[in-house]
């Protein structure tokens, strides 16, 4: 029930904005229509299976991952069946999956609808990368030009152009920055205090969006963060008993503090950003009532 929320308020969210964009330009759009591709950036809410092929234990092809994908097999994707994007690339009638660009039998019309960068454990903090040997936010772009190198020879530039500015981009990141560097783990990112964390990884949500806008992209969704007091392993390193397990309140609070700013900040880039749409979607209060209310989705 949980996932089919997130997706239901994701759509509803692209489709408006899209619709928006169109009115201001005069375009008409359809679903079917809307974006020829679907592009993927950012961590394990979001990995498709890049892990599998990099030097990491952060890695989910093995059981009981994928119990429910299609086909019964761990994938790499860190559910037990498909992940935000392959709802919303099948909902939006792009394709049914989205692949990882790491994946060595992708075809051409893989390339063509879009593939994942993303990599479970990654952030935007060079730091957190080190802690999880995943691949960061850079490498991901460096990937990110990989392919439209490869699109290019498929299609030619100008069309290569043209698909990566019309397509759906996909950003999910900076929970494993938090919870590596400034809640788990010593790092020296504790110095700058929450606040100034904060900000930091700010920094970084506006440089990669920048990047991201530089190589082509035009349509770019970010998502917040989740209420990271209520993730299992916070209670965990909490040393909360499993019978006494409660959300923490003063991360669920900086959760929220820091998907203000990240609104505020994404209306701040795009104005900055000729031609882009670029929008927050929200995931803390669907996980968030999930988390609370566990009755509500059949789990007591």
């Known amino acids: 029930m949980l996932i089919h929320e997130i997706i239901f308020m994701i759509i509803t969210t692209i489709q408006i904005l899209t619709r928006c964009y169109a009115n201001a330009t005069n375009e008409t759009i359809n679903n079917a229509s809307m974006f020829p591709a679907i592009l993927v950036f950012g961590d394990s809410t979001i990995d498709t299976g890049n892990n599998n092929y990099i030097s990491t234990i952060?890695?989910?092809?093995?059981?009981?991952?994928?119990?429910?994908?299609?086909?019964?097999?761990?994938?790499?994707?860190?559910?037990?069946?498909?992940?935000?994007?392959?709802?919303?690339?099948?909902?939006?009638?792009?394709?049914?999956?989205?692949?990882?660009?790491?994946?060595?039998?992708?075809?051409?019309?893989?390339?063509?609808?879009?593939?994942?960068?993303?990599?479970?454990?990654?952030?935007?903090?060079?730091y957190t990368d080190l802690a999880t040997l995943s691949l960061s936010v850079d490498k991901q772009a460096d990937m990110f030009r990989s392919y439209v190198a490869r699109l290019s020879r498929i299609v030619g530039e100008e069309k290569a152009a043209e698909i990566v500015s019309e397509a759906l981009v996909i950003v999910s990141s900076g929970t494993n920055d938090f919870d590596i560097n400034l809640y788990d783990t010593p790092s020296p990112r504790i110095k700058l205090g929450v606040e100034g964390y904060q900000d930091f990884i700010l920094s970084g949500v506006h440089n990669f969006v920048q990047e991201l806008y530089n190589i082509g992209c035009r349509k770019i969704m970010v998502l917040g963060l989740p209420p990271i007091g209520c993730l299992p392993v916070q209670m965990t390193f909490a040393r909360q008993k499993q019978n006494e397990r409660r959300c923490i309140d003063k991360q669920n609070s900086d959760s929220q503090?820091?998907?203000?700013?990240?609104?505020?900040?994404?209306?701040?880039?795009?104005?900055?950003?000729?031609?882009?749409?670029?929008?927050?979607?929200?995931i803390y209060a669907a996980i968030l009532d999930m988390a609370t209310n566990p009755q509500s989705y059949g789990n007591e």
């Open 58 to 126: 952060i890695r989910a092809n093995f059981p009981p991952y994928g119990c429910n994908f299609p086909g019964h097999h761990a994938t790499g994707r860190f559910s037990n069946g498909r992940l935000i994007p392959d709802f919303i690339a099948s909902l939006m009638g792009i394709k049914d999956t989205v692949p990882p660009f790491l994946d060595p039998h992708l075809s051409d019309s893989d390339i063509l609808t879009g593939v994942c960068f993303a990599s479970a454990g990654s952030g935007y903090d060079n």
């Open 257 to 282: 503090e820091y998907n203000e700013k990240l609104k505020k900040s994404l209306t701040d880039i795009q104005s900055n950003l000729t031609g882009s749409v670029i929008f927050y979607a929200d």
